[in-house]
């Protein structure tokens, strides 16, 4: 079957720590990866997207994650956060036919 | 580029009563979604649109939940009756190719 998993629920750091947000697939045929982050009472907004090529991903905010197909997993990361990175960031996964999404770590940035 | 459009923003209904939310999705973007994310879950879809053909429905509660999308633009979402576990923001994506899926800013309903 087809999945998204986001290992940790939440994940509480200090402010300009280092921090990554892990996220692993289950699928049989090429995928497309995604990371969303939504802040309170605010829609989806796209951190980084992996289609093909290069297996480390740039993104918005500072944010990078990279694809690593032998273990399926598609782990965010940022080498130093802020208070204002405090959300909710989804991993998502374009199996073909629709966006399945993980069920989203709460990541907490404390001073 | 406008975004994704979506009205209203918010909704408190009594439960047995009926609510729509519209949502006018990117210029040119032929496939439309709907998904409900409840609170501290990940959003699920209910029903993806080609053009005006639905092409995936298969996690939408038809016995209370309808969708359609006329004429290939955009689309409402109707819930009747609501249920309290219905509450929950409901959120418009669209896009063009099997690339980015844009989302609007959500309907937040709360059944009551």
């Known amino acids: 079957a087809q999945s998204v998993t986001q290992l940790d629920s939440q994940v509480p750091v200090f402010e300009e720590a280092p921090v990554e947000l892990r996220c692993n697939y289950s699928?049989?045929?090429?995928?497309?990866l995604f990371w969303y982050v939504q802040y309170p009472n605010q829609g989806l907004q796209l951190l980084l997207k992996?289609?093909?090529?290069?297996?480390l991903v740039k993104g918005i905010n500072g944010f990078e994650a990279e694809f690593n197909k032998s273990q399926t997993s598609f782990h965010l990361r940022k080498p130093s956060v802020h208070i204002s990175d405090t959300a909710e960031y989804f991993c998502a996964a374009d199996f073909g036919s629709r966006l399945t999404f993980g069920e989203g770590t709460q990541l907490t940035v404390n001073p | 580029e406008a975004g994704v459009a979506q009205s209203p923003r918010y909704k408190i209904i009594e439960k047995r009563q009926s609510v729509a939310f519209w949502c006018n999705p990117i210029?040119?973007?032929?496939?439309l979604y709907w998904y409900q994310q409840i609170l501290g879950q990940g959003p699920k879809l209910l029903i993806q649109?080609?053009?005006?053909?639905?092409?995936?429905d298969s996690q939408l509660p038809k016995d209370r939940f309808s969708a359609e999308r006329l004429k290939g633009v955009d689309s409402t979402l109707k819930i009747q009756p609501a249920k309290l576990e219905d509450s929950a923001v409901y959120l418009c994506a669209s896009r063009t190719v099997r690339d980015t899926i844009y989302f609007g800013e959500g309907s937040w309903l709360t059944v009551v």
């Open positions: 992996y289609l093909s090529g290069s297996t």
């Open positions: 699928s049989s045929v090429s995928v497309y």
């Open positions: 649109f080609q053009n005006n053909g639905v092409v995936d």
């Open positions: 210029s040119g973007h032929a496939t």
